[in-house]
């Protein structure tokens, strides 16, 4: 695991109605996380963290979600990634790290596989490791090439 | 330290506490921030690790904060011990089978007054992970949170999420340390 620069929690609400099996989520735009490289991403169920910043419970399974991260040159870096493999507390407290690559938030989606056991108004939780734009083309130059 | 992927050494740890709340009709306010108190050893200085303390069996902190407070076994400290001052670990966080660390959320800022942790839940600076059959431990290896960054601990804070209405023991105390150089 590399040394966490910096991270932002973010949050994905089901809405009212649980969306159907194979809803793609998109993010709401945070504007702390433009022009951000990512480097890390956890995936958080109501174990890590029981109740949202904004209130809403968090989601108790993690299994039929998955996650696809689009960069700004609007290709996905990531493509259907399990979200239960992004969950640190199953994976023996290991966060997954990425090679750097430059995050377009508002264009990712989480896409809903399966239904089972969530509900209406959960949310599901994010927690963005990053640098910002400047200070990855000075300290993360060499991982980028 | 480098068997847990951080390559960054500490030489200090500094534990922390924070008092929650005084007046039990506060618990269940959602997202009031509780500043750390004032800590000048660690303004500006390279924070590599943040360890929240917590434990499985302690109620009433209290009572054992410095007298029989547990001692984690998976620090830094305990694997890094050279130019490393070594602390007490802190009191627990589990009220009454309640652990709020799922309802606490940190977040540090830097020397810069940037937000570098914005609600960072605090039960993933725990060391708390579920083994293959699904119960929580503390894992022996010791998953550290590996950061960098410089801290102004000053404008830091940990707030609640809403609904730890259960937890009526006073006052409860969340306890960090931190690790720098």
Redesign the interface.
Known sequence: ?????????IEVNLGSTVPGAGANLTFQDYP?LRNIYVTGV?V?D????????S?RTVVSVLSGITLTLIDKFNQEQLKQYPAVDLN???R????RDFVPFPLQLTKSFITILSTASLSANQSI?L?IFYVNEAEAKTTLRPRLK | MENYGNNIECIKALRVNVQLYEDITLNNKPNFRYYFPETPELNGKNIVNIKFNAGANIIDQVSVYGSTAIDLPNTIISENSKGVVQQPAGPDVTFGGIDIDKYLLLTVYNEKNQQVLSNYPCHDLAGYFRDESGFFVIDSLGKIRPFDFKINIRNSFVSTTSDISLLTVLPPIACFTFYYK
Do not use: D
Not at chain 1, 1 to 9: D, E, G, Q, T
């Open positions: 695991m590399k040394p966490i620069k910096n991270s932002y929690l702390q956890e958080l109501s174990s890590t963290c029981a109740i949202s910043p209130g640190p507390e199953v023996s407290g290991f966060y939780l927690n």
